[in-house]
């Protein structure tokens, strides 16, 4: 019993060494997975993020009104998931015990009634699974204000300026979106050019594409025709001058040094993809995830179309709010009667979006006006702004 106390302990200084270093860790932590020595410590950190937006042993002193133990010098492991995990599951050890301890006191009287037994086994589900806390979301709050205020806040922008317009500045983390168009619309095209932008920008930001139509050969001379401006045909074709030739060459050994994760396997599903999203979120650092395209991953979910697809949604919504990054999806869309249009087979699946974008194309010329209406967006404008899509080169402005 005192080697499990014991353990549980240094999992817990562990977590609050490691917030020092990663101050993100806190939005990943409740109150109650510590025990009581270290609870004061954790608020501590909890008021002084939600204040700056940051955290030092400093002002956690300050707060703290004491002296840090020596325990939170101690060496912090490199990955810290497995210790939460180690956090949560004695805080549900805690909690089970003492819902134990209640029942057998229970058991001891002379009449116990099942309203009692029923009431602590309530309690005991709603603190094992549900959390209707909302400090660490107020101080999330307040903590991402001051980090924007600040400049300290990294913003996931798209890349385009036309898209960033309306999202508000950015990608929006622990949210879903969904791009569609019609067959050949450029959706595939949209988010080629924003991954490109995305390692562009004065603080990359890394990203990860599941490919489940084109191959990670026809995504890179994609990148290859949009960076040099040469005809995306003319590089399939290898209708290529030397000095090309040599442009492309370098051009794939710089995509080689970015950080873009390319996964083209098609037969794969929702649930297959969880664990290598978390995998690249906590270990390569990948903050938006782009999923092309939906109905391909769909056939891999069953037989009822509309149902899986609405899983997929909500599978891919709880990932994204416990890993603070956006997940976006590509989509075809069917035209019904009267012009009315839809995504195929959609399900529940626009119910749990937060953004919906579709494209509208008014040509089919290499060179044509592509226009990007929001139709759903929950923290943002609705409404339509006109890019410029160049079919030689993949390339939007």
């Not at 009449?111 to 037994?117: D, G, I, Y």
């Not at 806040?153 to 979106?177: C, H, N």
């Not at 492309?248 to 994760?261: A, D, G, K, Q, S």
Request: glycine share 6%.
């Amino acid at each position: 019993l005192l080697r499990c106390v014991m353990q549980d302990v240094k999992s817990e200084y562990k977590v609050l060494a490691a917030i020092f270093e990663d101050v993100d860790i806190i939005n990943a932590c409740k109150l109650e997975w510590f025990t009581e020595n270290r609870r004061g410590i954790f608020k501590s950190m909890q008021e002084q993020y939600s204040t700056h937006g940051y955290v030092t042993f400093e002002g956690v002193e300050e707060l703290y009104r004491r002296e840090l133990p020596g325990e939170l010098f101690i060496t912090v492991t490199p990955i810290i998931q497995p210790v939460l995990d180690t956090l949560q599951r004695q805080y549900m050890k805690r909690s089970l015990k003492e819902a134990a301890d209640q029942l057998g006191s229970l058991a001891q009287e002379y009449s116990p009634t099942l309203t009692e037994a029923e009431t602590i086994l309530l309690r005991l589900q709603a603190i094992t699974q549900f959390d209707s806390s909302i400090f660490n979301a107020s101080a999330q709050v307040l903590a991402e204000i001051e980090q924007k205020r600040t400049g300290r806040y990294q913003y996931l922008k798209t890349g385009l300026p036309f898209l960033d317009g309306m999202l508000g500045v950015e990608w929006p983390r622990k949210a879903i979106s969904a791009i569609v168009a019609s067959p050949g619309g450029a959706k595939t095209s949209l988010i080629c050019n924003s991954q490109l932008s995305m390692v562009h920008l004065d603080e990359p930001i890394p990203t990860l594409f599941f490919s489940l139509e084109m191959s990670k050969e026809a995504i890179l001379r994609r990148w290859a025709s949009n960076i040099l401006e040469i005809d995306s045909n003319t590089i399939r074709r290898g209708d290529l001058t030397d000095e090309q030739q040599v442009q492309i060459m370098n051009v794939m050994n710089y995509l080689n040094t970015l950080p873009i994760y390319i996964i083209d396997q098609s037969n794969i599903s929702i649930d297959q993809m969880i664990p290598i999203i978390r995998y690249h979120v906590i270990h390569l650092g990948v903050q938006v995830v782009f999923i092309d395209y939906l109905q391909i991953m769909m056939l891999q979910e069953g037989n009822n179309r509309n149902t899986e697809l609405g899983n997929i949604g909500k599978k891919a919504k709880e990932l994204a709010k416990k890993l603070n990054i956006h997940i976006c999806f590509i989509s075809q869309i069917t035209q019904g009667k009267e012009g009315v249009w839809q995504i195929r087979d959609s399900g529940d699946f626009v119910a749990v979006l937060d953004v919906l974008i579709k494209l509208n194309a008014e040509s089919t010329d290499d060179v044509r006006q592509v226009e990007i209406e929001f139709m759903k967006q929950r923290e943002g404008p609705l409404g339509k702004v006109p890019a410029l899509f160049d079919g030689r080169y993949q390339k939007f402005s």
